[in-house]
């Protein structure tokens, strides 16, 4: 048997999959057009926003390429803000832009501080925009969006947030926030297959757009989409299968409540810190309140033993991106894991690690259940 722990894509819900079997239908169609107003209604009840969401047939990077490609023009000053491997592409976007940018790096494993934007701001006063990511996969570190749009002038750039890995698992509220964009994407906390890529902007976002007029990208122009929008249209095809799917994960998510959603994704990801830690292993994110509810890190200099051995076993993780291959192994727990899966995860990994020649101890159940018991949800959550 296979067992799928990796940030993207994730295990699929069995309704979210069945979904996507669904008989194909027209996309010109009135079901169609119901499908659409449905999916938008979804997501703005999870985004708590009345404004209008983009849904692109693309991988998360497809959509941060078109909030870069609309928002941004060549000699834009943009304030890009990388804590890992996604901060620096979200960068490497707006570099081929030809954007003058403005580095602010914060060390693998660490969490960017709101003041550390605040001052690039007040140095960079004419920026156009600041790059952020919110759940950094590669490292397993969550960032905070609002303590950092709080920290910011008034008159402020743009503030565009990648939310590929946090959209679904955690708070993602760009209206309460102050945020301007976000780009996410099917396949991590929105439990679907890859293929759709869902863009928000803020009212003061698509005035700049209009102001900006159409990107050089005729597929991702984002005026274009939402134009067809509002006719409950899509401009192009659309992955009609992937958005029934979607339908189908909003539903859960919606009907599970978010916020014991979001609690009991914090509860899997404490447990297991501390079960992997009760083994010996280290963790790459020290701060325990930066650490993501959908992804964490162990760092161990045989990652690539260690992944390789939970792989014969028939567990897949992920391991390092850019300067932390080869040093750790990412584990995801987006889905709705319980306790069996906690066992079966640490205990996979306490086997997998003596058989890669590392030194593990025994008890880390224990450790990992009190933390579990302690974390219980209340009733009123
Ligand atoms: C996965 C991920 C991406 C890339 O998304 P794709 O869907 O693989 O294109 C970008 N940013 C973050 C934070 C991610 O986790």
Redesign the pocket.
């Known amino acids: 048997m296979k067992h799928l722990f990796t940030?993207?894509p994730v295990p699929l819900p069995h309704e979210v999959a069945s979904s996507g079997a669904r008989p194909m239908i027209g996309h010109r169609s009135e079901e169609f057009s119901a499908l659409l107003l449905r999916l938008q209604n979804r997501l703005r009840d999870l985004l708590k926003s009345s404004g209008p969401v983009v849904l692109l047939p693309s991988?998360?990077?497809?959509a941060?390429e078109s909030m870069v490609e609309n928002l941004l023009r060549p000699d834009d000053v943009v304030i890009s803000v990388s804590c890992g491997q996604?901060g620096l592409?979200f960068r490497e976007m707006a570099s081929r832009m030809d954007c003058q940018i403005v580095s602010v790096d914060v060390p693998w494993g660490e969490a960017v501080a709101p003041e550390a934007i605040a001052e690039a701001v007040r140095v960079h006063p004419e920026a156009r925009a600041i790059l952020l990511?919110h759940?950094?996969?590669s490292t397993g570190v969550i960032n905070p969006i609002h303590s950092i749009a709080s920290v910011l002038p008034k008159e402020r750039p743009l503030l565009l947030v990648?939310v590929?890995?946090s959209l679904g698992v955690t708070p993602c509220l760009p209206e309460v926030w102050g945020v301007d964009a976000l780009a996410g994407?099917s396949?991590?906390g929105l439990l679907c297959p890859?293929g759709v890529g869902v863009v928000w902007l803020s009212p003061r976002a698509w005035e700049a757009l209009e102001s900006l007029g159409h990107p050089k990208s005729f597929y991702f122009d984002l005026l274009g989409y939402r134009d067809s929008m509002e006719h409950l249209q899509s401009p192009y095809t659309p992955p009609i299968s992937l958005f029934y799917s979607l339908d189908a994960a909003l539903a859960l998510l919606a009907e599970h409540g978010y916020a014991k959603w979001w609690k009991e994704r914090r509860r899997f990801a404490a447990a297991f810190a501390a079960g992997a830690e009760a083994m010996g292993l280290d963790l790459l994110v020290r701060q325990k309140r930066h650490r993501s509810p959908g992804v964490t890190a162990i760092k161990t200099p045989e990652a690539k033993r260690l992944k390789d051995a939970l792989y014969g076993m028939g567990v897949e993780v992920a391991g390092g991106l850019g300067a932390l291959k080869g040093q750790i192994v990412r584990v995801a727990h987006y889905t709705d894991m319980g306790w069996p899966e906690m066992c079966l995860i640490l205990g996979s990994i306490y086997g997998a690690a003596k058989s890669a020649g590392l030194s593990v101890n025994a008890g880390f159940l224990d450790v990992a259940q009190r933390v579990w018991e302690e974390d219980a949800p209340c009733g009123k959550c």
């Open positions: 940030p993207g991988s998360g990077t497809g941060l996604f592409r990511t759940n950094e996969t990648d590929v890995s994407a396949q991590k890859p």
